[in-house]
C-alpha cells in the first residue's frame, strides 16, 4: 500500500534548526523527495534522495533516510522567515516510474 | 523559457457548469500530470499523459472528469456537471522524460487553479 504520514504543523524560531518527519509504508520506495508549498503557490522541489543513500546535504539542507523504519527527514539548518511555508514529502518506486504520492504536508512557522 | 503555465489561475462555477482548466508545459516537455489538492490534504495524483495519448489515468474519477494533451496547444483537464466536491486545487507537472528516476526530479509545477464551485 501506498501512504505518506507527515506532522501537520511544526513552528520554530527565526536562527535555530527545523526537522520535518515523514514515514512512508511502501518499502520499495526508489525516490523521495521534499517539496516546497509557498501561500498560493505551486511545488517547488527541495532535493530528493535516491533509496540507495542515507544522507543527503545541499547547503541547508540535509535529508536523511532510514529504510529500515521507512522515514526520512528534512532539516533546515538557520532558518529564516522566508522558510515559512507547506512542506511536503513525497515517494514514487519502481525506479520512480509512477506518479508522485504525497503527504498531507507540515506547515512549518518561523518566529521572528 | 517560461515555466508550466496554468491557467485561469482562479475558477469560480455554479454547480451543474462546466470547467475547463488548461496547462501549458514547459518548453520542450513532452510530459504532462495532472494532481487535485483538496482543502488541508497534499497532492493526489489524477492522469498522466503524453501527446496525443493518455498513459495513466488511474486516478481520475470515473465520471464527469476527462483530460488530453493534443498535438497542438495545451493540455485540457475538463470536468463536467461540477459539484461543490470538485472545490480543490489543481496543479500541473510537465517532464521532459518519460521514465526513470528523472521523470519526476526533473519535473516542473505549475502554480495551479484553483477551482471554487457555488
Known amino acids: 500500500g501506498e501512504d505518506v504520514e507527515q506532522s501537520l504543523f511544526l513552528s520554530v524560531r527565526e536562527g535555530d534548526s527545523s526537522v520535518i518527519n515523514c514515514t512512508y509504508t511502501d518499502s520499495s520506495s526508489t525516490y523521495l523527495y521534499w517539496y516546497k508549498q509557498e501561500p498560493g503557490a505551486g511545488l517547488q522541489l527541495l532535493t530528493y534522495?535516491?533509496?540507495?543513500?542515507d544522507m543527503k546535504q545541499d547547503q541547508r539542507l540535509t535529508v536523511l533516510l532510514n529504510k529500515k523504519d521507512k522515514h526520512l527527514s528534512l532539516r533546515i539548518a538557520d532558518t529564516q522567515t522566508g522558510d515559512s511555508a507547506i512542506y511536503f514529502c513525497a515517494e514514487t518506486w519502481n525506479s520512480g516510474n509512477t506518479p508522485l504520492v504525497f503527504g498531507k504536508g507540515t506547515r512549518l512557522s518561523v518566529i521572528a | 523559457n517560461a515555466g508550466v503555465m496554468q491557467n485561469p489561475r482562479h475558477l469560480v462555477r455554479r454547480r451543474g457548469q462546466e470547467a475547463r482548466l488548461r496547462c501549458s508545459p514547459m518548453?520542450?516537455?513532452?510530459?504532462v500530470y495532472w494532481y487535485r489538492q483538496l482543502p488541508e490534504e497534499g497532492l493526489k495524483f489524477m492522469v498522466y499523459l503524453q501527446k496525443e495519448n493518455i498513459i495513466d489515468e488511474s486516478g481520475m474519477p470515473k465520471e464527469r472528469f476527462s483530460a488530453e494533451f493534443p498535438k497542438e496547444g495545451p493540455s485540457i483537464l475538463r470536468i463536467q456537471q461540477v459539484v461543490r466536491g470538485d472545490s480543490a486545487a489543481y496543479f500541473c507537472?510537465?517532464?521532459?522524460?518519460?521514465?526513470?528516476?528523472?521523470?519526476?526530479?526533473?519535473?516542473?509545477f505549475g502554480q495551479g487553479t484553483r477551482l471554487t464551485v457555488v
Open positions: 507537472a510537465s517532464s521532459p522524460r518519460e521514465t526513470g528516476g528523472k521523470r519526476n526530479t526533473e519535473a516542473f
Open positions: 518548453k520542450g516537455h513532452s510530459h
Open positions: 534522495i535516491f533509496s540507495n543513500m
